[in-house]
């Protein structure tokens, strides 16, 4: 998949507030990127069960567990989906403990949509091995 203007990430938002995913999913959707939302892990097991993803956006507070168990849960399967964590816990231990449990990055609630645009490419470009490099040779470049 290459992902520039109009490029398109599917993308997974696990979280149980329900504006917080409505404004999430309204704002990548408006940029090309196809949406499916979980406000539980329950719900977020079926949708990855059944939907390649390229990205998954995580709530660590969800009202059947924990999404640091989702992540470790997603890795010993051998599922390396990135996940982006969001999170009020604004902890070093917290952000570390999402990181060492197989989390790709993570955003402190509350945060601003552009940031999380700029991650969610980030994360992506990472994920499909592309780069912003240009090879040159004289007047040519690629």
């Known amino acids: 998949m290459k992902l520039s203007a109009g490029g398109n990430v599917r993308l997974l938002v696990v979280e149980d507030a329900g504006d917080v995913a409505d404004a999430i ?32 956006i995580l709530d660590i507070n969800l009202p059947d567990g924990s999404g640091f168990d989702l992540v470790r849960e997603l890795r010993r399967q051998g599922n390396e989906t ?6 009020a816990r604004m902890g070093v231990d917290d952000r570390i403990d999402a990181l060492d449990s197989g ?11 552009r940031e999380l645009e700029a991650r969610v490419r980030a994360v992506a470009r990472r994920r499909h091995g592309e780069t912003d490099a240009v090879l ?3 007047d040519i470049r690629f």
């Open 25 to 56: 999913t309204a704002r990548l959707s408006r940029h090309g990127h196809v949406c499916d939302k979980a406000g539980t892990l329950d719900e977020a097991r079926q949708l990855i069960a059944v939907q390649p993803l390229d990205l998954i």
């Open 82 to 87: 990135p996940v982006l964590v969001l999170s």
């Open 103 to 113: 989390a790709d990055d993570y955003l402190v609630k509350p945060f601003d949509l």
């Open 136 to 138: 040159e040779a004289g």
